[in-house]
Structures are given as C-alpha cells and as structure tokens.
C-alpha cells in the first residue's frame, strides 16, 4: 500500500509505460493528489505535459531560463525606476520579480552574445590607431607635419642635435610601452617618423639657403653624434644595423645575403664561448634564431608586396598571407625590465619567482609565452582579442558582485541589514547597468543601420546615448538613497567612497582580465 505524497513506484526495467491518463483528470499525474489549480499542491508539478504540446514544449525551455510570464516585464519596468525592485524584494513582495541571481545573470548572457554580434573590429592596427586618434596619420609633405619644432634651428649641426635629443626621448618611452599595447607603440613610431621627417624637410632648407654641400651636411651629422651619443649596448647596435639593413633591400636575394654575413659572424662568436658557459651559449643560440626571425619576417613582406604587385586592388586578409607567404610580422620581444634590459626568454631569461614553487614559475613563464604568441595574431585580426575580452566581462562583473556587497556592508554597519540583502541591492544594481549596456549595444546597431540612410538617426542615436551615459551615475546614488534612507549629506558621502573604492577594483580586474584575454584567445 502507497504512502500519501510519495512519488510513485517506477516501472520495472522492459515494463511499458504508464498510460497517460492513468490517474484520472483531475489528479497530479506524478503522485495522484487531486488537482486544485495549474500546480499540484502536493508535489508542485505543473499540470501542463511538455510532451503533448509543441507550445508547452517550448514554454518549458524558456521557463527553466527565465519565467515566460507577466514577472519579466514587470521587473525590467519597475527596474528602470531607481531602488522600486530592489527595495520591493527585501519588503517581502517578492513573486512578482524575477530572483536577482536570475535576472543578472540572463541579461548578462544576454547582452554580452548580443555585443559579440554588434562588435565589428575590422580595421587593421595602422586604422584602429587613426580612429582613435592616437596620432594623425602621416602626411606626405614633412615640412607640414614634423619641421615646426625645427623652425628655429638656424644650422644643420643644431637640427641633428634636436632630432638627436628627441629621437632619444622617444626611443625611451617606446622601450617601456609593452609589445602588447600595440597601438600605442605604433603612435610613438610614428611620431619618431614625422621627427625624421620635419628634420629632412628643414635640412633641405637650410641647405637652398646656405647653399651647402652633402659634405658640409655630413660632418654636421657626424659633429651632432659626437656631442648626443646614444646610451645603447653594442649587441643592440648591432641588431638594430641588421634590421635597418633588412628594411631597406628589396630582393629576395639580398635578404639571404644580409642573413648569412649576419649567422657567421654570430656562428664565429657561438665557437668562442666556453662549452662550459651554457647559459652564454643559448643566449648566442637565441641571438642567432632572432636573425632567422627577422629574415623570415622581412622574406615574407616582400613575397606580400609583389602579390600585392601582380594581383590588383582586391581586398587582402592579413591571415591568408601568413599563411600563404609567411608572416610579415616579426616576433615580439618582451623586456619586463624596459629600456636595454635583456629581453625575456623562456630559457635563457625567464621570470624568476624565489619563494613560489618550480610548477609556479613555469606555468608563469608559459603564459608570457601565450601571450606574445597572440600578440601577432591580435595584429592582424583585432577582433579575436576584443571578443576574447567580451566573453572575460560577465566573469568580471559576476566575481565584483559579492565585493560590492561587502563594500555596501562596510558602509552600512550600522543598518541592521545582512549581507544577503545587500547582495541583492549588488545584484540589482548590476543588472540594472547590465541592462543599459545592452541599450547601448542596440542603440549602436540602430545607428549603423539606419544612419547611412538617413542622416538624423546619427544625432539622436547620439542624444540618447548620452543621456543615458549621463542617468548611470544619477540611477545609483537614487537607487542607494532609495534602499536604505538616510539622508542626502550621508548618502553622497558613502557613494562617493563606494564608488571610489569600486572603480579601484574594477581597474585592477580589468587590466587582469584583459592580460587573461591576451593569453587565452
């Protein structure tokens, strides 16, 4: 005999099924209590069958996901009023919203699988940079864009000093940008170009003027690198006279040359090292893979310009050439160190952490290797880092949930409030910036879409947008002085510490994220 309110006994193994009316209409047909409504008021199941019905069926799935109901749209509309879900939810009125666990955590999936599709990156570096104005793009004439710091040079020997100087300076701050951040690295590049060029423009000046020689010009030069030297070590001298060397020939031919006059002598210095000195040994072996390297790159640059030559204006993709041709770019060197510091190397100089243990230290090193290897797939196609750091970004904002709750918590000791409740206004809070990302986002799509066509879209896509920027911060500070009542003096004090401490954080989990993106991608 069944006890009441049991689940009922299962069919033994090759018995059939259970018709499905067999506990009459009007009972549950998981444990036979009498119906009362659409749930059973003994086990909870639902009177609908997702078996009988393809519209049950699909009702089904998007329950499990998030409520099919009146609930959804009450929540996204009363969320828009600052602190109403929040404060309605810890009042106990709590069946007509959705959970916040469950609200954050579909508009965080949804709104980030909304941005992986409106998110285009199609520019190459050389335009992102342009975009972004990091540094206008080069103009053919010099005079116009690098001569107006050398206005008042009156000599020859006074403009190579100048462009000495300057070259130096920036040569610096381009040795302690990582090779990561490549487009401000490619910014300080070609700053130093439109310097070189400004120099050029201003020296062919003074030389119609003074009616100088090439002599005159060149014992200039020689006096200047006299007076400036650069504080550079021989071995980088010479790696640096390799690749300008390389850059400047444009044959096959002469590549193959300029890379073997460079492996002997580097073979010559290889057989003087001691068999006992290993470590001078692999750091002469890396020295002389860096120079197949660079031959590599600059073989494959030249294959790329002569197809480019002989195949019309059609549009290229950077990863087809690699592939095809070889990969014009050429490996990126870290220095950790900056300036002339050795570069770092998994083997001959690697990142050395005395108190952490051997595997620590290894999957450390391993991972600066990931990410120079993806630096030069994020060169040439952009978008897979930026959906790479797209897809890191609901992971960010789910870890700094529980921190802002304990920030609230801090800041609200005396409130009598658990820690819970304050996870719930954290959660709210975010779902609510969530969702207006998501805004953005489709606000962005409308834009590309309509304003082509139709002018005016353009502005009041923009309108909308910044007033929405503009309602981020307004909606918090309401939303607080909503939840938990104190007055104003009080409440934009305990913000503005909340915020202060929240963005720091938020900073340092963005630049872990996107160091994580780098290396994953």
Not at 184 to 206: H, M
Not at 233 to 242: I, K, L, T
């Amino acid at each position: 005999m069944g006890v009441e309110g049991t689940d009922p006994p299962q069919a033994g193994e090759g018995a059939a099924l259970p018709a499905p009316a067999g506990h009459g209409a009007g009972a549950c047909e998981n444990c036979a209590a009498p119906l009362h409504g659409e749930y059973c008021h003994a086990c909870g199941q639902s009177t609908h069958s997702p078996v009988r019905s393809f519209g049950h069926a699909v009702e089904e799935v998007f329950e499990s996901f998030w409520h099919l109901d009146g609930r959804v749209f009450r929540t996204l509309r009363d969320l828009w009023v600052p602190g109403r879900v929040a404060l309605n939810y810890l009042a106990g009125h709590r069946v007509r919203y959705i959970a916040p666990l469950r609200l954050f955590v579909v508009l965080s999936v949804l709104t980030f699988f909304f941005a992986q599709l409106v998110i285009r990156v199609d520019a190459t570096p050389e335009q992102a940079a342009e975009f972004i104005q990091v540094e206008p793009p080069a103009r053919a004439d010099g005079a116009a864009t690098g001569s107006k710091r050398f206005v008042a040079a009156d000599s020859v020997l006074e403009v190579e000093r100048l462009r000495l100087r300057e070259r130096a300076e920036l040569q610096r701050a381009l040795d302690a940008v990582p090779p990561m951040i490549v487009v401000a690295r490619r910014g300080i590049e070609r700053e130093i170009e439109a310097l070189d060029r400004g120099a050029d423009a201003r020296i062919a000046e003074l030389r119609a003027a003074q009616k100088l020689s090439e002599a005159d010009v060149t014992a200039a030069r020689a006096q200047a690198a006299a007076s400036v030297p650069a504080a550079r070590n021989p071995r980088a001298d010479a790696r640096d006279s390799f690749e300008d060397a390389l850059a400047k020939v444009g044959t096959l031919a002469d590549v193959e040359q300029l890379r073997t006059a460079r492996l002997a002598s580097q073979q010559a210095r290889l057989d003087a090292i001691p068999a006992a000195d290993t470590l001078e040994r692999k750091r002469a072996l890396r020295d002389m893979r860096r120079t197949n390297e660079e031959a590599a790159c600059r073989v494959a640059q030249l294959q790329i310009a002569q197809a480019r030559t002989t195949e019309g204006p059609r549009r290229r993709k950077p990863a087809e050439d690699a592939a095809i041709y070889g990969d014009p770019e050429c490996v990126v060197e870290v220095r950790l160190g900056g300036g002339d510091a050795e570069p770092w190397d998994e083997e001959t100089n690697p990142v050395r952490l005395p108190r952490a243990p051997a595997f620590v230290e290894r999957w450390v090193n391993r991972q600066i290797a990931h990410g120079r290897e993806n630096v030069g797939r994020m060169q040439k196609e952009p978008s897979l880092y930026v959906r790479a750091l797209l897809a890191a970004v609901p992971s960010a904002l789910f870890l700094l949930v529980p921190v802002f709750a304990l920030l609230l918590k801090v800041a609200y000791l005396g409130s009598g409030r658990k820690y819970l409740e304050h996870v719930v206004v954290a959660l709210y809070s975010h779902a609510w910036l969530v969702m207006a990302i998501l805004v953005l986002l489709a606000l962005s799509a409308v834009d590309r879409a309509v304003a082509p066509s139709w002018s005016p879209m353009a502005l009041i896509v923009g309108a909308l947008q910044l007033a929405l920027w503009l309602w981020l911060p307004i909606y918090l500070l309401l939303m607080q002085k909503r939840v938990y009542g104190d007055g104003w003096w009080v409440t934009g004090l305990r913000y503005l510490i909340i915020g202060i401490c929240y963005f720091m954080l938020l900073g340092v989990v963005a630049v872990m994220f996107a160091l994580a993106s780098l290396v994953r991608m």
